[in-house]
Each structure stands twice: as C-alpha cells, then as structure tokens.
C-alpha cells in the first residue's frame, strides 16, 4: 500500500477525468501484477519462424514468460509467401493476443506448488517496423498499403499528404490487429552520405529541421485518426541518426554533437511530436532511443563521447529533462530502445565477439531510462539461442527485483506508464473481444489508391536542367532503351526473390500512354527494356580476339545501346548509381544519344560531372506504379514539375537550407492595427473582389485610411506569408526584421521577430516621438516590401495615413501561395492584432534603375567639367584628382540615400521621386569637387610655406628654364 501511495504521489497532474481514471486504473491494476508479469511488459521480443502454435518459442514466451509485446519481422521469417500478407498478419496478432487472454491459467514458469495464478489479461503490444535500413526483404506495412517512401512525402512540401498517408497505416494496422508501429523515421539528414553504410536514403521526410517535424507529426496524426488511437507510433532514432555514417547493426556510430547542436537540428522533429499542442493527434505515443554516440555532448570536451544514448543513464536523462521532453514524458510518453541484439551493442559488451552478455544489456538499458526493451537479434545466434537469452534475461531481472527495492521503484514506474498506454488504446476494457480487430482482414486492393497518386504527381522533380533547357521528348521514330536496376526483396530467406521494379515495367506504361493504344507517339519496335546488370556486362566485355575463329552472336542488349537515341536509367540505389557512374565516365554512344536518369530512390548519389552529360535528371523517390507511370509522363514531357528535393542534392548545387531561405525576389507585404486606448478603434474595410491575400481576408490595402495614431496607441505589425525559394512558407523561426523609421527625427527603431506559419508579427509603442513614421520588413535576402507612413499626434483625433508617391520600380511580383499551401497561414489575426489594417499598396524603395541612370549621368557630366577645369588649371593630374573626388562623393551620396540611412526618408518625402536621388547624388558630386579643390589648395599652400613644392599642382610653365638653371638641377639629379 505505501509502495501504491509513492507511485500515486509521483504521478502526472490531472489531464482530465478519463486520463486520471487510467491512471487509478493502471495503479490498481499494477498492485495484482507479479514480479514475473511486471518484468514481462518491459520486453517487446521477436521469435524466428512462422510457428507461433502451441510448443513454439514465441508461444512460450507469451504464455509463460508473461512478455508485453512481440514485434512480426519479415527477415526472422515470420511470414511467408504461401497467402497474402494481410491475412497471414492478421491471423498472427489474432492468434498471439488469443495466447495472451489465455495465459491467466497458467501460473508464471519457475513459481512452485503453492503459487498464485497469474494475473488479469494485458493486451500484447503486436508491432511493426514501418521501415528498415535495408531493403531485403519486403516491408509488411508498405506492401500491403502500397504507400510511398517518406522522401516522396518530403518532396511534396505538403503536409497533408503525410496526414493522409499515415491515415491509411493506422486504419490498415488497426484492422490487421497490429497496434504499435516502430517508425517512421524522425531523422535529419543535413548532409547525405551516399556511399556509407548509414545513409537513410528515401526513409527520411526532410533535410530541413521544421519541415522533418512538420511531416512526421502530420504522419503521426494521420496513424491515430485512422486507427481511432488504437495504435501507438513511436518515431525513431531520438535523438536524431541523420548525422551518423554507419548503422548499429553493424558498428555504433558517433557523432559530433553537442546537446545544444541536437536541440537546434536533430530534435525538432521530435519536439514536433512530443509538444502539448491543440492538436493531440500529433503527439506520439513513444520514441525509439537509439544506440548513437555524441561526441561533445557535453560542449565543454569535444573528445568525450558519451556511450550510446539508449544506454546512458546521465545522457538520456540530461535529454530527458530538456523542456518539451520533460513535458512529454510528465504525460505519459514511453522510451522503447532500438534493437538491443544488434551487432555494435554486442561488441561493446564483448568486443572479442565471443560473449554475448543478455543480462548486462538488459539491465542497463532499463536503468538508461527506458521503459520498453526491443530484444531483437538478441543473442550470440539468434536464431538458435535468443529465446535463452530472453529467459535468462527476464529470470535475471525478477531476481534483482525481488532484492533491490530502487530496482523496484525503477520497473514499477515503468510499467505504470505502459499499463496507461494500453488502456488508452482499449478505452480501459482489456476484455478480449474488444482488443481483437473486428471483421475480417483488410485486402491489398481498394486501400486508398487516391494518396501515393496524388503524392507521385505532386513530389516530381526535374533535378537537372532547368525547365526551360529540356530539350525535346521523344519524336515519333525515335528508338528508346530501358535499364532497370536488379534490387529485389524477399518475404522470408526461404522465399523467392521479388524485383522491387520489374524490367519492362516502364516501358508498358509508356506503350498505354504513348504507344499506338494511347497517343500513338511510340512503335512497339522502338522500345526496348533491359535490366543495368546488362549495361554493366556491355563495359566489362572484353573485346573479341582477332584470332581465327567463329564470330560471336551480337548480344541484343549491346545493339539497342549503339543504335539508341535515348538511353533511360532507372536508379533504385547506391549500387544502381555505381553502374550508371561506370558508363557516364565515358558514354559509350554517339554524342547526340540523349541519356535520362530517373531516381526512383535518393537523388544524391550522382556528381555534378554525371549529372551534366545527361539530357534531363528526375527525381522520383518511389517505386511504386504510380511513379512509375509519372517517370513515363516526365520522359515525354507531359507532366508539371511540382515537387523539390526535400534533402541537400550536392551534384545539382542544391541546399535544402538555402532553398528553405526567404524568397530574394518577392516582395513583403505588410499589415498594421492601432490599438488605443482611447478606444477609437477603426473599421475594417470590407475586401474588394480579387484583393490579395492578407492575414484577415475581411481587410484590404486602401490608399487613405482613417485611423486614429496617437502618443499612447500600440501599433501591431504583421507580414503576409513568407515564402522560400521553393514557392512555400518559410520554416517557423526565420527571423524577420521590421524596420520604424522615424522621418521627422532621422531615427530608425528595428524590431527583430521570428515567424510562425510563415508569419512574423510584432507590436510597437507610440511613446513619445510625434510626426511621421515610415515602415518596411526585410528577411534573409527578401529585402523588398510594402511601405506606408503614418503621422502620429499627442492629440488624439482622426489622422490620414500618408501614401507615399505612386511610382513602382520595375520588380518581381511576390510568389503566389500554393493551391494547397504546404503550412497554412493562420487565416485570421492572432488575437493581439484583433483588427489588422492592411497596409497601402506597395510602394518602391526610395531608388529604381531610372534613378541610379539619372544619378550616373549627371554625376559623369560633373566629373568631366570638374576635370576640364583642373586641366586647363594645373594640368592633366590635377584635373584627374578632381574629377575622382567629385565621383567617389557624389557616388557616397546615392548609396547614403539608397540604403535609408539617417534623414534618407526626411529628404525622400519633401523632394519629387522622380529627382530625389539624382539631387543627392549631383549635390554631393558638387560637394566632392569644391572640398577637393579646397583641400589640393590648402596642400600646396602648405608644401610651398615648407620649403618643398608638389608638381603636379603647380601652374604649368611655359618658359624654360635658363641653361645655368637647367645645369644646377642636373647636379642635383632633379628633373627639368
């Protein structure tokens, strides 16, 4: 009982009354548990196999050994190509819960006579990865859903997408009974290694930190309205795997990072997915710890590395107490570690590889902090002896609970939270017949075809050259030769091998769109398919001997290389792209061969070289029928190219984060509200047909509108939508910079803010500077933006805000938003800008290339009066120095005046635009040359008065000098 009221006292705060009745639920439910049960829901396992009958390993585990969850993984041959893979799933998470319900009859194994039964019925976890490193045997979840990869998503720069994607694998797992999925991949790659053993490739959504959170929590969303919250999601690798070169499997990766570093990049996706937002759907159940080490963790040595995150006590929970983390984990969030039977983890027990230590392992990666053990590949070898090591160490950890009272404490919490966890999943009946999914398993067809379609059209894209640089599609008569990478997959090491795309598979969809059923583009003789394992046979072919003998058969894949006119290169992955590299070093075809490259995996595996011999380079992501049949419609150029890179493409000089800046060619508009507290508020003005865009769609830019500015009032300030490169809303943080520029005073008051959803808002007091003030926004590059001015008066009363004049420089129009935008700026004002004015309509900046050519030609035609006047003086370099002079001034002038520096906007608004700059600039040349002559003057004055004398500023001479003179400076080796 006291041990019940410790763990009460230190549970969360209230999060309303059905949280708080899981939570008593979960207590009392936690005091009938015993030791083996409690230990038994630490462990999430995996079993070798497709016999889960009675007498199975697995079955034994769940009935007897009480274990929490079992995770189906394809490669341990769980399943097999005998019937469809949503059936077999389905019978399997049916069949494994039904062993859990039963195994309340039997008490826990190694309990004596007289021990008591086993407890109430906890539903298992039955999980699945959503996407693994390597691709060799079929991803369960993916095959059945046929959903695309996560680049493809990214590259869509469209949330929703991600949403509906991940809708579909919850409503899928939810009905296949399979209610925990390890993924999606939270990772950021900031830089793609394409070579290394760990590149992510398409598992990742985003290079972009903000855009990488924006789609995971959208996919998490997604997984838990489909499910109706009835499956946990747990990203991984927290805290972030994108920086490392190797996975774990095969040796722990270390990274340099500090904590600061992670928290700036890798851990916002999953701060994205751990924050207490007004969506709750976005936060995810759990994360996977993963088994990386930083190097510098710490920032004061940067050759310390700490050990493996999911297995460092100090580490995770320095992690663990960083705000957004704490918060989340106050609320019930869950540890779950990567696979603890993996290849780095064993070696950092026993580097000799001869041990394999289960109950040291086990034990520190509950004492690092999780909550949940993954015990895949979980032994020396596995598949002989991991159901040992699972035993011994679950036996291990009930005998150290049964002695150690802070072990205890440690486990009990544990199970707390994941007893709370389940009965949010079954809405606190764990009654068999309501955690068993109803009817009948979901089929591979009818699941939503509508979302990898729309994600395949609108994640394509034209990587190189540019739009208006593509030469012509293929012409009628033209011969075309397909080569398809050879990767394959399996459903178990027994089953045949599957090609992940099947050669002639684009070439079928090119004849239905193209060929004489479709627009009758393409002859069936001029097309031709191949796989890239006979391109590479074609350079590796030594040459026939000259020596007598029978000439050898032509080989049909070599012809239709020589006689191609477009060769098409379908690249899955790194070994693809090593192929491809292999006949890009020096192309074996005529020049006028056009070569197309299709990346149906990552984009970065070609160099700028590569790239630059092909006629036209796609980015694709995914494999599936629908990108397919898009690669088809790109080749013959009948598609838009709506998607972008969401990950650095080095060989096309491609940086997400540059392409995820401000927009240097839009222009910036600008919104304001007067709040004073006189209370003299203004009316909004009802939008005219086709107004632009603006933070409140009931408001409009007007020239004159009357509002009441006095000392006193606060003036909120906010932007329209921001845009990057790519044409959608910059990442939430990018700094924005408004800019009050006092006129009458000649002062200038930037106020630096950060954007949320693409906006950036501020608020600025009238406090006690009277007259007009000017405001503008800049961001990054995106120097451009509307402009208005407003007089501000000690007396309160209806004041006109000023337009200022008219004329507009020649400029780029702003980017218009996406028809379905990306991140959707808030379509009203945030609450403290409740009555928004839109600003004026857009006014230039003070200069245009008109004034800059007004300015240049005056100023030139002063330099050369200034330099007739000096030569006609002094002579050719006294003219020089004063015509240099009058130019260096007058061009001082017109960049003091350009970029607004103090009293610039005093002067802009008393003179006509049309004559602003050019004034300026002629009055400042004018100014150089008469403090040029001044000062040549006051030199010479000063040189003679000192004995000395400076030629080039002395009159010229026209009589010469006397032959005794001419002498004397001879000797004295002057010249005459």
Known sequence: MLLALILLLLMPPSRGSAQDSFDNQALSLLQVLSPEERIGQLMLVTYYGDDIEEGSDIHRLVREYRVGGVVIVPENDNLNDLSPLADQLYAISTQLQATAGDRQQVPPSGIGQGATPAGPYVPLLIGLEYHQFGDRYVNPLIEVTGLPSSMAIGATW???????????????LADLGVNLLLGPSADVVEEPLPFASGDLGTHVFSGEPFWAGEMVSAFVSGVNLGSQSRVLVAPRHFPGHGAADRIATVELPTVRRSLDELTLVDLQPFFAVMEDGPDPTRTADAVVTGHIRYQGFQGANLRLATRPISLDPAALQQLSELPQVAAWRESGGLYISDQLGAGGVSRLYDPSGLDFRSRQISIEALQAGNDVLYLRNFGLRPRSDQTQEIIESIDFLVSRYEQDPTFQELVDAAVLRILVKKLELYGGSFELDNVLPPGDPPQQTNLSPQVPVSTAQQSLTLLSPDQGELIPAPQSGERIAIFTGMQSSQICSSCD???????????????????????????????????????????????????????????????????????????????????????????????????????????????????????????????????????????????????????SVPGIGYDVFQATSPDPEQVIEIYYSVDSPTDLSVTPTPSPEGASPTPDSALTPTPEISTIVCIGDTLSLATGPILDRNGNVVPDGTPVEFVVNYVSEGLRAPQVVETNQGVGQTSVLMDNLTGTIEITAVTGQATQSSRFQLNISEACGPIQAVPLPTETPTQVEPTPLPETPTVEPSPEPPADLPDVEASPPSVPSFVDFGDLFLSLFGLSGLAFAAFLLGLSLRGGGYGLLLALATVIIGLAGYNYYALELPYAAWWHARVPSSWDAAVITWTSGFLGFVLSQVSLLAWQRGQENGGGRWYLLQPRQPELLDESDQDGQREQGENP
């Open 158 to 172: 469209n949330p929703d997408l991600a949403q509906e994607s991940g809708q579909v694998a919850g409503q899928t």
């Open 497 to 647: 091998s599957i090609p992940i795309v099947e050669v002639g598979v684009l070439q079928q969809s090119i004849l239905t769109q193209y060929g004489p059923q479709g627009s009758d583009v393409v002859n069936l003789v001029d097309i031709t398919s191949w796989s890239l394992e006979q391109i590479e046979t074609y350079l590796n072919r030594v040459e026939p001997s000259t020596i007598d003998g029978p000439t050898p058969e032509p080989v049909p894949a070599d012809i239709a290389i020589e006689n191609a006119d477009w060769i098409v290169m379908l690249m899955q992955s790194a070994a693809d792209a090593d192929i491809i590299k292999q006949f890009l070093a020096d192309p074996p075809v005529e020049s006028e061969t056009r070569i197309v490259v299709m990346a149906l995996g990552a984009p970065y595996y070609l160099d700028s070289t590569e790239i630059s011999k092909l006629a036209a380079y796609y980015g694709l992501y995914s494999v599936s029928t629908p990108f397919i049949d898009m690669a088809a419609r790109a080749l013959f150029q009948s598609v838009a190219h709506d998607g972008a890179p969401p990950v």
